[in-house]
């Protein structure tokens, strides 16, 4: 499964931000989980929030829960992250990923089966 994200850019805090990731090529992409972890510099590549094949599982880390929403379009291979509220330490670059995994089981980057490349969020105070 080959991911592509986008819609990264930088935005005052309070502000909203959508990513959309689009996949490709391998897997039925209504098969596989989808999601989004971030890395902000020295730190550890953490879960944000992730979505069932479906779609109708989604899960989320405490610290975004109630912030971001996750979504997914089947027909379309995307999966998107819509980001409200954002404070300073949402900055980060955030990264599409899929697994064939449950939603709810994700938290550990090194359990993912298939990254895209980052896209930068930054978000100023």
């Known amino acids: 499964v080959q991911l592509q994200a986008s819609g990264g850019g930088q935005v005052q805090a309070g502000g909203s931000l959508r990513l959309s990731c689009v996949a490709s090529?391998?897997?039925?992409?209504?098969?596989?989980?989808a999601g989004w972890f971030r890395q902000a510099p020295g730190k550890e590549r953490e879960f944000v929030a992730a979505?069932?094949?479906?779609?109708?599982?989604?899960h989320y880390a405490d610290s975004v829960s109630g912030r971001f929403t996750i979504s997914r379009d089947n027909a379309k291979n995307t999966v998107s992250l819509q980001m409200s509220d954002l404070k300073p330490e949402d900055t980060a670059v955030y990264y599409c990923a899929a697994d064939t995994s449950s939603a709810k089981s994700w938290y550990s980057a090194h359990a993912i089966d298939w990254w895209g490349k980052g896209t930068q969020v930054t978000v100023s105070s």
């Open positions: 979505v069932s094949g479906s779609g109708d599982i989604t």
């Open positions: 090529r391998g897997r039925r992409f209504s098969d596989i989980s």
